[in-house]
């Protein structure tokens, strides 16, 4: 094993130690309008992911105010970290649109938050899967 190897490996269990949150990461079908009903029924979710991750707010990012629908809302950044050798099912991608909810941390404020997934940055020498996303409430 390289030096190199060594420093990840050590740099990876460094901030898998770091990793105190629960997540979900899935993607959800859209809702179904029962045009009988007038009910609208969640599309089904895909679960991608779950299990340890480190949840912590963008420390730049200021916030953005925006509209949706009636009322204003205001984006604030999140970066999920989860370990660097996380795998998905086959085929499958994390894409923006998809969500994290928060199972489990020791901010329970945290516990319940509904993330939006904005982007995922991969590579080799990285010690976490970095997950950026985006809290709409």
């Not at 089904?44 to 916030?63: E, I, P, W």
């Not at 329970?108 to 940055?121: E, K, P």
């Amino acid at each position: 094993m390289s030096g190199l190897d060594s420093a990840l490996a050590a740099g990876r269990r460094a901030a898998e130690a770091r990793m105190r949150d629960t997540v979900r990461l899935y993607s959800q079908a859209p809702d179904v309008f029962d045009r009988v009903t007038g009910h609208s029924t969640p599309g089904v979710k895909t679960t991608l992911y779950q299990g340890r991750a480190r949840v912590s707010a963008v420390a730049q990012a200021s916030g953005e105010d925006t509209q949706a629908g009636d009322r204003e809302v205001r984006l604030l950044e999140y970066q999920v970290a989860v370990p660097w050798g996380t795998t998905l099912p086959l085929g499958a991608r994390v894409l923006p649109g998809m969500r994290v909810d928060v199972v489990a941390s020791s901010d329970a404020r945290m516990v319940g938050v509904t993330l939006w997934v904005t982007g995922a940055q991969f590579g080799d020498q990285a010690t976490a899967w970095r997950i950026s996303t985006e809290d709409r409430s």
